[in-house]
């Protein structure tokens, strides 16, 4: 039997936050290919086909930075806090440095982060393209980014993370802040590929107003030393909508705290979670907190867990109404694959091993909206690549 | 029992008789023990085979309450039937009304009716030599109970749409398939061609007659009836 231990604490003295800088990259072709490989891993096009924009921050030096589109800016925060005095309004204003110790390193040891900002009105078609990447080994990268928003403004940003492939051991510690405007959309898919001693703790808050939509999507497939985040969004205008989707997979050695918190402050807010887990050897702790503060409102959580072969995975669904007229709502399932799913396949054909990679496929399949293709091609492959080491 | 190539037999027979039971031990589905007798399929003996051996070898079912895959679109299960046989899916769920469901999850919210046009046009994709039908008219509704019909006789070549400038003497010319189907009310019997009926009553095989012929006795006498006769 599989044994539930408490999350190691990371030490940060293990780590420093000093290292030498990079050049900056004006041609992306140029980037070594090791490295333009994790890139692509994690959504981030180097020939930046079908992208908005591109951000690339190497250790703490921002290698590339560049928007195609009028009416979006990126820049590193660093920039922004340089060119934007009403920035002081936004920055620190949703996470607290004193949150906790990785916060207050953040706030303290900044190494810069992007700062990405949608004019009002303005509907960006394509994804912007985010990379943070970590290639110093024993480094702890510590990212504050800002994303705002504006009022009827669309945007949908990739976020990849990743570690280069030499690296040992590393610390990420990213701080967002978005604030999306009233009736302004904004879609995040954030994709880690980690190593298998790396920590990672992002701390993220997102406000929406009135008739705004965050959508949310994580995706976590490779290992990773440990994992812990619990972003937070208020819905605090009528409406509001946000939907998380997360597919989290915990090899041997991994360690996976992941959830999110919604709550719902404003009459007719929607919220959603979706979770899709499996572990093979690994630990999920897979967690999701709705909270209702109003009457009108609607949320709705579910939590998948598979275990194959060994592992652990817990579900901690949590519901909280504070009012009469709340609907909320969870269902959570941890298990193996259903034997009876595995024979109607097979009546249909297919030999167990077909049939059980199938499931595993459907149930990782959560409807991701607005990927490009080439970037769901590329998920799909990773996906029957790591069925292949769960087998 | 035995199917002759191309026959249609009907199973007639009271709840918890073991009708299911039997069709999901001849598809070979777990959770059943044979503790004597075997199965023999196209000459060969099938009774300790895998349940993916058989469906290669032309076994085919449609289950009664088949199970929901999640992230499994019904277009790639169609898929999946057809193999590496051509097939053009949308042509195929635009004759048997499943359009509508084709890019959703299998069997996710599915109707009564649903799950049987879709069971049909799966096994349609798949060609099963031996079709093994549960209770292929429960929950479907008057009008898509005629469309079921005609999708089972299409499969089993014996229907009446069968291409342009065939006669009725060319029908299954090119083989035609065997099936076992169950009944509970008879309803189906209205629209697919039968060649004979059986009896299961309390796991024993007690009758073997006209299929029309047993359903009129069992309404007219329930089967109180079959069990009189079969001691």
Same mark, same amino acid.
């Given at each position: 039997?599989?044994?539930l231990?408490?999350?190691k604490?990371?030490n940060l003295?293990?780590?420093?936050s000093?290292?030498e800088?990079?050049d @900056?990259?004006?041609?992306?072709?140029r980037i070594?290919?090791?490295?333009?490989?994790k890139?692509? /891993?994690v959504?981030v096009d180097?020939?930046?086909?079908?992208?908005?924009?591109t951000?690339?921050?190497?250790?703490?030096?921002?290698?590339?930075c560049r928007?195609c589109?009028?009416?979006v800016?990126?820049?590193s925060?660093t920039?922004?806090?340089?060119?934007?005095?009403w920035?002081?309004?936004y920055?620190?204003k &949703?996470?607290s440095?004193?949150?906790?110790?990785f916060?207050?390193?953040a706030?303290n040891?900044t190494?810069?982060?992007?700062?990405?900002?949608?004019?009002?009105?303005?509907?960006v078609?394509?994804p912007l393209?985010?990379?943070? @990447?970590?290639?110093k080994?024993r480094?702890s990268?510590?990212?504050?980014?800002i994303?705002?928003?504006e009022?009827g403004s669309e945007l949908?940003i990739?976020?990849g993370?990743a570690?280069s492939?030499h690296?040992? &051991?590393?610390?990420?510690?990213?701080?967002?802040e978005?604030?999306?405007?009233?009736?302004?959309?904004?879609t995040?898919?954030?994709?880690?590929?980690?190593g298998?001693n790396?920590y990672v703790?992002p701390?993220?808050?997102t406000h929406?107003?009135?008739?705004?939509?965050?959508?949310?999507?994580?995706i976590?497939?490779k290992p990773v030393g440990?994992?812990q985040?619990f972003?937070t969004?208020?819905?605090d205008g009528?409406?509001?909508?946000?939907r998380f989707n997360?597919?989290?997979?915990a090899?041997?050695?991994?360690?996976?705290d992941?959830?999110?918190?919604?709550?719902?402050?404003a009459?007719g807010?929607?919220?959603e979670i979706?979770?899709?887990?499996?572990? @093979? +050897?690994g630990?999920?702790i897979a967690?999701?907190?709705l909270?209702?503060k109003?009457?009108?409102?609607k949320a709705?959580?579910e939590c998948?867990g598979?275990?194959?072969? /060994?592992?652990?995975?817990?579900?901690?669904?949590?519901l909280?109404g504070?009012?009469?007229g709340?609907?909320?709502s969870h269902?959570a399932?941890?298990?193996?694959?259903d034997?009876?799913?595995?024979?109607?396949?097979?009546?249909?054909?297919?030999?167990?091993e077909?049939a059980i990679s199938?499931?595993?496929?459907g149930?990782l399949?959560?409807?991701?909206e607005g990927l490009?293709?080439?970037l769901?091609?590329?998920?799909?492959?990773?996906i029957?690549?790591?069925?292949?080491?769960?087998? | 029992?035995?199917i002759?190539n191309?026959?249609?037999?009907i199973l007639?027979g009271?709840n918890?008789?073991?009708?299911?039971s039997?069709?999901?031990?001849?598809?070979g589905?777990s959770g059943?023990k044979?503790t004597?007798?075997?199965i023999?399929?196209?000459?060969e003996d099938i009774?300790?085979?895998?349940l993916?051996e058989?469906a290669r070898?032309?076994?085919?079912?449609?289950i009664?309450?088949?199970p929901t895959i999640r992230?499994l679109k019904?277009r790639?299960?169609?898929?999946?039937?057809a193999?590496?046989?051509?097939?053009?899916?949308?042509?195929?769920a635009e004759q048997l009304?499943?359009?509508?469901?084709l890019d959703?999850d299998?069997?996710?919210?599915f109707s009564?009716?649903?799950i049987?046009?879709s069971?049909?046009?799966q096994?349609t994709a798949?060609?099963?030599?031996?079709?093994?039908?549960d209770?292929?008219?429960s929950?479907?509704?008057?009008?898509?109970?005629a469309l079921? +019909?005609?999708?089972i006789?299409?499969?089993?070549?014996r229907?009446?749409?069968f291409?342009k400038?065939?006669?009725?003497r060319?029908?299954?010319?090119?083989g035609?398939k &065997?099936?076992?189907v169950?009944?509970?009310?008879g309803h189906?019997l209205d629209?697919?061609?039968?060649?004979?009926?059986?009896?299961? @009553?309390d +796991?024993?095989?007690c009758?073997?007659?006209n299929a029309?012929e047993?359903?009129r006795?069992?309404r007219?006498?329930?089967?109180?009836?079959c069990?009189?006769? &079969?001691?």
């Amino acid at each position: 039997m599989f044994k539930l231990e408490e999350i190691k604490d990371v030490n940060l003295e293990d780590f420093q936050s000093d290292v030498e800088d990079h050049d @900056y990259i004006e041609d992306l072709s140029r980037i070594e290919s090791h490295d333009a490989r994790k890139f692509i /891993n994690v959504g981030v096009d180097t020939a930046e086909t079908g992208r908005a924009g591109t951000f690339i921050q190497k250790d703490k030096s921002v290698v590339h930075c560049r928007s195609c589109q009028a009416g979006v800016e990126m820049m590193s925060i660093t920039k922004a806090e340089q060119k934007y005095d009403w920035l002081k309004d936004y920055s620190w204003k &949703s996470v607290s440095p004193n949150t906790d110790k990785f916060t207050s390193q953040a706030k303290n040891k900044t190494h810069n982060g992007y700062f990405i900002r949608v004019l009002p009105g303005v509907k960006v078609d394509q994804p912007l393209q985010s990379c943070l @990447y970590i290639a110093k080994d024993r480094f702890s990268q510590n990212i504050h980014n800002i994303v705002i928003a504006e009022e009827g403004s669309e945007l949908h940003i990739i976020n990849g993370c990743a570690t280069s492939p030499h690296i040992a &051991s590393g610390l990420h510690v990213g701080v967002s802040e978005f604030y999306i405007k009233k009736g302004a959309k904004l879609t995040f898919t954030m994709i880690h590929d980690w190593g298998e001693n790396v920590y990672v703790r992002p701390r993220t808050v997102t406000h929406v107003e009135e008739g705004g939509v965050l959508i949310s999507n994580y995706i976590s497939l490779k290992p990773v030393g440990s994992l812990q985040m619990f972003p937070t969004t208020y819905l605090d205008g009528e409406g509001a909508v946000a939907r998380f989707n997360s597919i989290l997979v915990a090899s041997k050695g991994s360690y996976l705290d992941v959830g999110s918190r919604i709550i719902l402050n404003a009459p007719g807010t929607r919220a959603e979670i979706i979770s899709r887990g499996i572990t @093979y +050897g690994g630990t999920i702790i897979a967690r999701g907190d709705l909270v209702g503060k109003v009457a009108g409102i609607k949320a709705h959580l579910e939590c998948k867990g598979l275990i194959l072969n /060994n592992g652990l995975m817990k579900a901690i669904p949590e519901l909280s109404g504070f009012v009469p007229g709340v609907e909320m709502s969870h269902e959570a399932a941890v298990g193996k694959i259903d034997q009876r799913e595995i024979e109607y396949l097979m009546a249909r054909g297919l030999d167990e091993e077909e049939a059980i990679s199938t499931i595993v496929r459907g149930f990782l399949n959560v409807n991701i909206e607005g990927l490009p293709p080439g970037l769901q091609e590329k998920l799909d492959k990773t996906i029957s690549e790591t069925q292949k080491d769960m087998m | 029992m035995e199917i002759r190539n191309g026959e249609t037999h009907i199973l007639f027979g009271p709840n918890g008789s073991g009708k299911t039971s039997l069709m999901m031990t001849i598809m070979g589905f777990s959770g059943y023990k044979i503790t004597h007798g075997k199965i023999t399929f196209k000459g060969e003996d099938i009774t300790y085979k895998p349940l993916n051996e058989r469906a290669r070898m032309g076994v085919g079912v449609l289950i009664q309450r088949p199970p929901t895959i999640r992230g499994l679109k019904t277009r790639t299960m169609v898929n999946i039937c057809a193999r590496n046989r051509e097939l053009n899916v949308d042509e195929l769920a635009e004759q048997l009304r499943c359009t509508e469901f084709l890019d959703r999850d299998i069997n996710h919210h599915f109707s009564g009716g649903e799950i049987k046009r879709s069971e049909l046009m799966q096994l349609t994709a798949q060609q099963p030599d031996l079709v093994l039908l549960d209770e292929p008219e429960s929950g479907v509704d008057l009008e898509n109970i005629a469309l079921v +019909g005609d999708a089972i006789n299409t499969l089993l070549h014996r229907g009446t749409k069968f291409p342009k400038g065939k006669r009725h003497r060319d029908m299954g010319l090119n083989g035609q398939k &065997s099936a076992l189907v169950i009944t509970h009310t008879g309803h189906i019997l209205d629209y697919i061609t039968t060649d004979k009926g059986q009896v299961l @009553y309390d +796991g024993v095989m007690c009758c073997s007659k006209n299929a029309g012929e047993i359903l009129r006795w069992i309404r007219e006498y329930g089967y109180q009836e079959c069990i009189r006769c &079969s001691n």
